[in-house]
């Protein structure tokens, strides 16, 4: 039988829209196939490697009361729409967790790591006691030690900090966890003079 008069026409438009419908459905269905997965940062960091450099009489750092030398220095924002400083403003920041810290800073020249924003403290704290692995037990009866929780800069924004130290001898108060800005203070001190 042959297709005569309009209706051939219409049924090559209607066989072309098919073909260009299924193409589209096949198309979507391959592009969601190959959507990549969200991947989560390296965020580990092999505290074993870090280089243990002497401690350094001026600026003193104490920990616990303990002389230390600052290693590594962890910051993320706080919140979703948290942010940080660019990096040339952080060692800034850690006047706001204890004072005269920066001179510590420019003398101990850290490692400093931003970590993507977190959403809570507790979240962060969760991260960095996962991804910084002191030696031994948590660091217990090595030089290592650490601290870990919120601080505010000058102008009352949270931001989340970490901190890895070292002393020139083994510690046995080696993982601290600050609960609030203020605790800082109270945990690390900075002496400028003898």
């Given at each position: 039988?042959?297709?005569?008069?309009?209706?051939?026409?219409?049924?090559?438009?209607?066989g072309v829209i098919l073909l260009l419908f299924a193409a589209?459905?096949?198309?979507?269905?391959?592009?969601?196939?190959?959507?990549?997965?969200?991947?989560?940062?390296?965020?580990?960091?092999?505290?074993?490697?870090?280089?243990?450099?002497?401690?350094?009489?001026?600026?003193?750092?104490?920990?616990?009361?303990?002389?230390?030398?600052?290693?590594?220095?962890?910051?993320?924002?706080?919140?979703?729409?948290?942010?940080?400083?660019?990096?040339?403003?952080?060692?800034?920041?850690?006047?706001?967790?204890?004072?005269?810290?920066?001179?510590?800073?420019?003398?101990?020249?850290?490692?400093?790591?931003?970590?993507?924003?977190?959403?809570?403290?507790?979240?962060?704290?969760?991260?960095?006691?996962?991804?910084?692995?002191?030696?031994?037990?948590?660091?217990?009866?090595?030089?290592?030690?650490?601290?870990?929780?919120?601080?505010?800069?000058?102008?009352?924004?949270?931001?989340?900090?970490?901190?890895?130290?070292?002393?020139?001898?083994?510690?046995?108060?080696?993982?601290?966890?600050?609960?609030?800005?203020?605790?800082?203070?109270?945990?690390?001190?900075?002496?400028?003079?003898?």
């Amino acid at each position: 039988m042959q297709l005569t008069g309009w209706f051939a026409p219409v049924a090559g438009v209607l066989g072309v829209i098919l073909l260009l419908f299924a193409a589209t459905l096949v198309r979507r269905w391959l592009r969601r196939k190959r959507k990549p997965k969200w991947v989560e940062p390296d965020l580990r960091i092999d505290v074993s490697r870090v280089e243990l450099r002497p401690v350094l009489d001026l600026p003193k750092l104490l920990f616990h009361g303990e002389p230390v030398r600052l290693d590594i220095v962890i910051l993320a924002p706080a919140g979703r729409t948290g942010t940080l400083p660019p990096p040339r403003d952080w060692p800034v920041l850690m006047e706001a967790i204890a004072p005269g810290l920066m001179r510590v800073v420019q003398a101990h020249e850290p490692q400093f790591i931003r970590w993507p924003a977190q959403l809570s403290v507790n979240g962060f704290v969760h991260q960095f006691f996962r991804n910084v692995v002191l030696p031994g037990d948590r660091g217990r009866g090595t030089p290592f030690c650490a601290a870990v929780g919120p601080a505010r800069n000058a102008e009352g924004q949270l931001f989340l900090v970490g901190m890895v130290m070292h002393a020139d001898h083994p510690l046995f108060l080696s993982l601290e966890e600050v609960e609030s800005e203020t605790m800082w203070r109270r945990l690390i001190e900075v002496r400028a003079r003898p």
